[in-house]
């Protein structure tokens, strides 16, 4: 499926010993887990619509809860029924699997309420983590509650929270803003949005965009600290944290970015600097630069949005009839 079945290196015999001490010990853990599962088989099929997330890349996120709602649903429904096939038969999982995206949803809709009215379990997933996070399932959890039918979470992996907690940067209050705009302006005018939220955003980012979103994101943010989570729990799970700006170098000169991508970035410093001493720093800088060098070059030191010393700049020349 993923990196997480690539064959490994072949292990050398102190370690083949660990392995097999190691496996001797997870008897009773596995028998422990196969009786739990077996339990909860006999208690979870409910009526009702069942939200289960599944794994990002590593098969073995699942939790014990996905899998027994997985086995007893009348259907499972999912984005894309080959992926989903995958992981199905990778757990022996043998229900029925019927495909729910955004070109059949608002076909396939009265048919899962149809079913919930027979009283039978059904389950959503997406092709890896929770659904409804930038998957499909909104509209569907809004017309089944309007008809009175059981809504419920089976939670587990998503990308956006695993990015956050392991990022080191605040998580007492986040904003996960899924995929930002492709087309430049829209763009542009999300980022300036965000700019005054005070809390840690999470952003979704396809691997070819990083580049220019980073960039975008320290046009508009000013030069905050920031994460790119790349290929969470897979073989080639990467944290690069560091300045906006000391990332873009990095992905910049990378050859070819690969792999999923979760981007992380502190919330505006705690400390806002003022107007009054940004035009200080201007006043200064504008002895020695026009004022786009002296925008860029304050907006990087301070880690405040360009924009906003460049507007400041413009005042400042206005008032004072600066021609420089
Ligand atoms: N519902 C999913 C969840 O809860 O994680 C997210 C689905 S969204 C369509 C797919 C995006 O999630 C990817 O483009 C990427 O930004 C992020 N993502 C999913 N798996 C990831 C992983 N293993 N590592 C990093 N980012 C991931």
Do not use: W
């Amino acid at each position: 499926m993923d990196e997480r079945d690539a064959p490994t290196d072949s292990p050398d015999k102190p370690a083949a010993k660990a392995v097999e001490a190691q496996s001797g010990a997870m008897v009773p853990i596995a028998n422990r887990a196969a009786s739990e599962l077996t339990r909860l088989c006999a208690q979870t099929r409910v009526a009702g619509l069942h939200l289960v997330a599944t794994p990002i890349g590593n098969l073995g996120d699942i939790t014990l809860r996905a899998l027994a709602v997985l086995a007893v649903a009348d259907v499972i429904y999912a984005e894309d029924t080959r992926h989903s096939g995958r992981l199905l038969s990778h757990f022996a999982i043998k229900a029925k699997l019927r495909p729910y995206h955004e070109h059949n949803a608002e076909r396939e809709r009265p048919a899962i309420l149809a079913a919930l009215e027979n009283g039978e379990s059904v389950a959503l997933i997406s092709d890896a983590g929770t659904p409804l996070i930038s998957d499909p399932g909104y509209k569907l959890v809004r017309e089944c509650l309007a008809a009175g039918h059981t809504v419920d979470s089976i939670p587990g992996p998503s990308a956006p929270l695993a990015a956050l907690v392991a990022s080191g940067l605040p998580t007492d209050t986040f904003l996960f803003s899924g995929f930002l705009p492709t087309k430049t302006r829209a763009r542009k005018a999300r980022v300036e949005e965000l700019a005054s939220i005070p809390s840690t955003l999470i952003l979704f980012e396809a691997p070819s965009r990083v580049s220019d979103t980073l960039r975008d994101l320290a046009d508009g943010l000013g030069d905050r600290q920031a994460v790119v989570a790349r290929e969470l729990t897979k073989l080639n799970e990467e944290f690069a944290r560091g300045r906006l700006s000391e990332l873009i170098t990095d992905f910049q000169n990378r050859d070819r970015i690969k792999g999923e991508i979760v981007i992380v970035v502190s919330p505006p410093l705690p400390t806002e600097l003022s107007d009054a001493d940004l035009e200080t720093r201007l006043v200064e800088a504008l002895n020695e630069m026009s004022l786009r060098d002296a925008a860029k070059a304050i907006a990087d030191d301070l880690g405040v949005p360009r924009k906003r010393v460049y507007e400041l700049g413009l005042t400042l020349r206005r008032t004072t009839g600066d021609a420089n």
